[in-house]
């Protein structure tokens, strides 16, 4: 444009078109307030019809002529109520109206309050029953805001915090109101604080679709951004596509379609790539990606020449003779280094990492070359300084990161000779790539160090694994322990091999390095055993500083042994030793506050205030106002008063890590079989809060404390040979069973052939409870055993996928079942049905339109959707036993059968893996397999069967469910008649520790009733063949004996181990398949038995600085927890002194289970040959 024609003005009146449009500028004709219509254009976001005031200048433009240069933007629309009430009672600004005033302002004045307040102050006083100075003084901060009250207010009205309104003004100005309304959905990610989930709530409020395209693409790169929070590369297109179609909701019968097209389109314009590897299509960022390939290449270099010893002809010699304490293998390392343009050294604790680094760091000094160190944190860095005697920094540093950009690169290299990278395991994709850009492999050879038993880093990737197991770069690993490692390290080591040392024996006043405390049994013994120690011990005989030097690891969040009650007794203690504060009591369910000298762990990565997940701090000042000044490592991050940044900062004396189950996972509850999903509503990712509710555990029933979201994570799926599923994260135990009895496992434990634990009848969670009444348009409707049988009817031979016309018909020969049927649809929903003959046959058709009844169906759960896509409504899983009976015997009477076995054959997966749960939840066990596969060409769905075997699950299916169609019901008679309702005989449900368990249970039987015991005549030869391994003991032998055995629990513990798998209707089946994948993940927490029925089977409930000290916990109550390589790094997180307390068996088993990484990357499949 021109030079400006005019100063800067301001004009009020409407858009009238709008020419052109994008996320920051638009263009169009306006026309003003007396009429006069101007071209406009800046960078500003509005819509057409909408009233503005512009401010700008007339400019002549070279090829559009005159027109308004807008430099910015006021609205000009009417007050929200609602928005005016949220603006006034949440402003911290605003003094002395609370949230009842600032509603009667709002309702009292609306759109004319700015002129009240500005004209006649008094009466907003008045009206409000406030002080006229309190008003006066609003007055005096509308009018310095008088730019963007407008704005402020309407935001308000969406439900926004202050704070949130603040930053989404100062970042866009009045244009935020034109993108929250039109496509809120650019704001994702790059304003603090905005993710998907945030703006997609206001974007409903707004107004806007669920199949918007923005949404759609927004919602794919969310999934995306979602992986790499958990440490994966890329995902699988189609499990991409599922993810996207779960989070977006869309209500649409072709939503998977959609989102497949709007994915398409992304790749298509590069905002995402994908690759092929091995049959299958993975999906990422195309910076990832890249980073990825370029490292990939780096690496490819990394058995180059040293450039710095390549002259040298006996660089064996000359390390011997600088280095001659090196033993074998760090001598090895010390010559792949001079060989090669980079290598890696690996090893545990105590394998001598850091000797090695030192002696490289001297062969630098006697060929006079330049060795730089840096590690990823500033305490790895210190530590190789106090080490080596040489100066260390933090990668960034040595990158020149200001904050914003990096000063080095491939044109500004790193100038080094040798760089000796530390600490490599917590080395993410992102800060490779950065690293390795700014080195010049033709000056600098680089050494990577780190040990491969630590945890991954928090960021994407897995570099140091990557490489180890590719052997893609020259790796020596460090495998033995050196006699100067010291007992710290020896013993840390002795822990990857299962084995849990005793504290070693120190001098009186001497500090150990080794302390095991394993004689509490009881949870609160180990609590005050170490608040005891914090409180006498740590400081006054160890010489530890309580907040700078210790660190307590616990496996779990609630409890005695949690995170959050340790957590608060820790601050109390510690506040009132050090600075004699006096802690108030913290109200339940409620996060303690933040004290001056407080521990804290920042747990997300936090670009704007320059602090990562992980990073611990200490709260250095809390202002008046609610500010909080937080010390991480000598940075002091200022964080203002109401900034959602607070709610990112945790105490720190105790920290954890959780595992989950993914969010379909059916429980047994007293509000009936509900997804585990549908318990956490409303709970924020990586966030536990409290929540009760009855479930059926391992033992009967029991009350949950409280619910955890776990975000999405890579998860083991488990299959077992009566088609039973669970997908777990890698730290879930399930309960299984050997000949030893039952044990739990870690899901990476589980191997094929492993036997799971599952739950027969668990209905005894649902206590009695009134039938669920659904509002219905005219009427209200019970959903009663008959509503239930009729969805059951429709599940199984309706079609109900008219979403313009909300027919719903139902098809079947039988005229009996047809009749009550159309019978059961008048008096349930009030609707006739029309009945036609099916052209040709014996089969009718019943079929009615009516939208009221369509949309109750729907609220029940019969969404509009084809027979693949059918499911149990979930109404009838919220249901009492007898409802949900009634269901299953309407889809039995449309799609199941008897012959010699009870069946159901259906079209969608789903349907039959709620039906098989559902039929275990009411203790009859079955069996679900897939018939077949699609055959589009024939137009097939795929087809998926449940069968109900063995006598006992005949009488029990007759019994609680049965037929209500005649022939069926004259066939289930037959087959029960013709059958043994005691027959034992089956090959399913073995338990392992069958013969061990009867051969205990007949010496029993014979010390209470002789060597010829009474029973003998019913179970003796039962018991025999089973000791003799002609039999296996299956859950019907167990009934069978418990029915002839009168007092069985009283022979011994082998009688009350049968009585309880009696009891609690215990089944066992082995794994037939294992699968992996990436799931959202949930857990809950049960005080009592630590466990809970989930899918049927038996579940168990459920970070890189190093200190001085290290306090790890190890006891049974959280043995589900336990895993060897979280022991490890607990106590190779001591410098000094490691602490392991709790109980023997808890510590030991701890030691001895194992946990497996599974992270996605490029780089594995690149560096392997696989894309």
């Known amino acids: 444009m021109s030079n400006a024609t005019t100063e800067h003005i301001r004009i009020r009146g409407e858009v009238e078109r709008v020419f052109y449009s994008s996320a920051d500028f638009s263009a169009g004709r306006f026309i003003t307030e007396r009429g006069e219509r101007v071209s406009f254009a800046g960078n500003i976001v509005v819509s057409e019809n909408q009233p503005l005031v512009l401010h700008g200048k007339f400019v002549k433009h070279p090829k559009y002529g005159r027109q308004f240069e807008v430099a910015s933007i006021e609205l000009d629309r009417q ?85 949130q309104v603040t930053k989404l003004v100062k970042k866009l100005g009045n244009n ?88 398409d389109e992304l790749i298509d314009k590069k905002a995402l790539t994908c690759y092929a590897a091995d049959s299958r299509f993975l999906v990422a960022k195309p910076e990832i990606r890249q980073m990825e390939e370029d490292l990939a290449r780096v690496f490819a270099r990394g058995k180059d020449m040293n450039p710095h010893f390549r002259d040298l002809p006996d660089i064996d010699s000359m390390i011997r003779r600088i280095s001659p304490r090196l033993n074998h293998r760090q001598h090895e390392a010390a010559m792949m280094v001079c060989k090669h343009a ?43 300084e106090e080490s080596t005697g040489q100066s260390a920094s933090t990668i960034h540093r040595l990158l020149g990161f200001d904050g ?136 006054e005989k160890l010489g530890f500083d309580l907040l700078r030097d210790v660190q307590v690891l616990t496996p779990t969040h609630k409890g005695p042994l949690g995170t959050a009650e340790l957590n608060i007794r820790l601050q109390s203690l510690i506040q009132k030793k050090l600075w004699d504060y006096d ?12 004290l001056v000298g407080d521990k804290v762990i920042q747990t997300r990565n936090n670009y704007d205030l320059e602090v990562m997940n992980g990073s611990m701090g200490y709260v250095r000042d809390l202002g008046a106002d609610g500010s909080l000044t937080v010390d991480f490592d000598d940075k002091m991050v200022f964080i203002e008063p109401g900034s959602p940044h607070r709610s990112d900062l945790q105490l720190a004396y105790a920290l954890t890590i959780h595992k989950c189950i993914s969010e379909d996972t059916l429980i047994p509850t007293n509000r009936g079989l509900l997804p585990i999903g549908e318990l956490a509503s409303g709970v924020p990712e990586k966030t536990s809060l409290p929540h009760e509710i009855t479930i059926a ?124 049927y159309i019978a059961g649809v008048q008096k349930v929903l009030g609707v006739r049905t029309t009945v036609r003959q099916v052209a040709q046959g014996s089969r009718f058709t019943a079929y009615f339109h009516n939208k009221a009844a369509r949309d109750l169906l729907y609220r029940c759960g019969l969404d509009y959707c084809t027979a693949p896509d059918k499911s149990v409504p979930p109404v009838i899983l919220r249901s009492s036993p007898n409802v949900q009976a009634a269901f299953l015997r309407g889809l039995f009477d449309t799609d199941g059968g008897v012959t010699g076995l009870i069946v159901l054959a259906t079209a969608s997966e789903r349907v039959a893996r709620e039906v098989h749960l559902l039929l275990l939840h009411h203790g009859i066990v079955s069996k679900r397999y897939k ?50 309702a005691e027959a034992i005989k089956s090959n399913w449900g073995g338990i392992p520790f069958g013969r061990k368990l009867i051969r205990e249970f007949r010496e029993e039987l014979r010390r209470r009733g002789g060597r010829n015991y009474p029973e003998a005549r019913d179970i003796g030869r039962l018991l025999a063949r089973i000791i003799c391994g002609a039999a296996k003991l299956n859950h019907l032998h167990v009934e069978h004996i418990n029915r002839h055995v009168s007092d ?124």
């Open 697 to 820: 555990a391992r033992d009967g029933i029991e009350s949950t404390e409280s619910i955890y979201n776990g975000g999405f994570k890579p998860v083991i799926q488990l299959r077992t040979r009566a088609g039973f599923e669970l997908s777990g994260s890698y730290e879930h135990p399930v309960l299984t069973a050997d000949e030893n009895g039952f044990c739990w496992k870690l899901m990476p434990e589980v191997v094929e052939g492993d036997v799971l634990v599952l739950r027969r009848d668990t209905v005894s969670v649902q206590r009695n409870f009134d039938y669920i009444k659904m509002p219905m348009v005219g009427r209200e409707v019970t959903i009663d055993e008959e509503a239930a049988w009729i969805m059951g009817v429709m599940v199984g031979d309706g079609n109900y996928s008219d979403h313009e016309d909300y027919r719903v018909e139902v098809t079947k020969g039988s005229h009996d079942l047809m009749l009550r």
């Open 583 to 594: 802690v108030l009591p913290v109200q339940l369910g409620r996060r303690p506050k933040l």
């Open 79 to 163: 007050m929200d109520a609602r928005g005016l009430a949220n603006y006034l009672a949440n402003n911290p600004d605003i003094k002395g109206i609370g949230p009842a005033k600032a509603r009667i302002i709002a309702e009292r004045f609306g759109s004319d309050f700015e002129r009240s307040l500005i004209d006649e102050p008094e009466k907003v006083a008045e009206a409000a029953k406030v002080p006229l100075p309190v008003i006066e003084s609003l007055r005096v901060h509308w009018l310095e805001t008088s730019h963007i009250n407008q704005a402020m207010t309407a935001l308000a009205a969406y439900g926004l915090t202050h704070h």
């Open 931 to 980: 018939m077949r596969d699609a055959i589009p060409e024939k137009d097939w769905s795929e087809a998926w069967r449940v069968e109900i075997m063995g006598a006992s699950n005949f009488h029990l299916f007759r019994s609680r469910v049965g037929f209500s169609e005649e022939i069926k019901e004259f066939a289930l008679e037959v087959a029960c008649e013709t059958s043994n």
């Open 342 to 384: 980079i290598s890696l050294i690996t090893g545990g604790a105590g394998s001598g990492k850091t000797f090695t680094i030192d002696a490289i760091t001297r062969l630098c000094e006697s060929r006079k070359l330049k060795a730089v160190l840096c590690a990823p944190t500033g305490k790895a860095a210190k530590r190789m």
């Open 1048 to 1171: 069985i629990a009283e022979t011994g513990k082998a009688g009350m181990e049968l009585d309880r798998l009696f009891r609690e209707g215990f089944f066992f089946d082995p794994v037939v398949e294992i699968g992996s994948g990436n799931r959202h993940v949930y857990d809950v927490s049960v005080p009592g038995s630590h466990s809970f029925v989930g899918n049927g089977i038996v579940n168990h409930n459920s970070q890189g600085s190093e200190f001085p000290c290290s306090i790890v916990i190890a006891h049974k109550s959280h043995s589900f927890m336990h895993h060897r390589n979280l022991l490890y790094t607990g106590v190779t997180r001591a410098k000094k002194t490691a602490i392991i307390v709790g109980d023997h068996w808890g510590i030991t088993n701890c030691a001895k289970r194992v946990q497996v990484d599974a992270r996605k990357t490029f780089l594995s499949l690149l560096l392997a040959g696989g894309v």
């Open 404 to 539: 914003k950009t990096y000063s080095r690169n491939a044109e500004n290299p790193i100038s080094a000779d040798i760089l000796i990278v530390d600490e490599a395991s917590m080395i993410d994709v992102s800060l490779a790539w950065r690293l390795f850009q700014a080195i010049n492999l033709e000056r600098t050879a680089v050494v990577l160090v780190g040990d491969h038993n630590q945890l991954p880093p928090v960021g994407p990737g897995n570099i140091l694994r990557d490489l180890i197991e590719s052997k893609a770069i020259p790796t020596t690993i460090l495998e033995d322990v050196v006699r100067q490692a010291g007992v710290l390290k020896e013993n840390s080591i002795a822990i990857l091999k299962g084995e849990v040392r005793k504290t070693c024996r120190v001098e009186d006043g001497l500090r150990g390095p080794w302390y095991v405390a394993n004689q509490h049994t009881e949870a609160e013994r180990v609590q005050q055993f170490i608040l005891d120690i914090f409180d006498q011990v740590l400081s």
């Open 176 to 263: 935020a109101v034109g993108i929250i309304e039109h496509d809120p959905y650019v704001i994702v990610g790059e304003i603090d604080g905005f993710g998907f989930k945030r703006i997609d709530k206001i974007a409903r409020q707004v107004g806007i679709a669920k199949d918007n395209p923005n949404r759609v693409r927004a919602g794919l790169q969310f999934c995306i951004e979602d992986a790499l929070d958990q440490g994966d590369c890329w995902v699988e297109y189609e499990d991409l596509l599922n993810r996207a179609n779960k989070l977006l909701v869309m209500d649409t019968l072709d939503s998977r379609e959609q989102i497949e097209r709007y994915l």
